[in-house]
């Protein structure tokens, strides 16, 4: 059973930063490549970052500069450094397998608020 956990999320000023962290279980980590998401009130769920096995990073244009996505394969985590958050910024972000062509591995999400 594939389980992935997130953590980390808070309340935040603008201009902070914040690291989330996601813990998988059930799969095999080394070679999966994972996703961060992030979902606003009102707006669909969109990819924020992703993650190959061999460590290849991705990055949405409304973060690139400011986040930044890492795994630690020994731990089955995958993690995301958000620097310069903006009020933009605040949503729901979720931690997910990034499979193609295949049914994917959600977590629960946490909450990411930004103030002004």
């Known amino acids: 059973q594939v389980q992935l956990v997130e953590s980390g999320g808070g309340f935040v000023q603008a201009g902070g930063s914040l690291t989330l962290s996601c813990t998988a279980s059930g799969l095999l980590f080394k070679s999966t490549p994972m996703a961060w998401y992030r979902q606003a009130p009102g707006n669909q769920r969109d990819l924020v970052a992703s993650?190959?096995?061999?460590?290849?990073?991705k990055y949405e244009d409304p973060v690139k500069g400011r986040f930044a996505i890492s795994r630690d394969n020994a731990k089955n985590t995958v993690s995301l450094l958000m620097n310069s958050l903006k009020p933009e910024d605040t949503a729901v972000y979720y931690c997910?397998?990034?499979?193609?062509?295949?049914?994917?591995?959600w977590g629960q999400g946490t909450q990411v608020t930004v103030s002004s």
């Open positions: 997910s397998t990034h499979y193609y062509g295949r049914e994917n591995y």
């Open positions: 993650i190959t096995g061999a460590s290849t990073t």
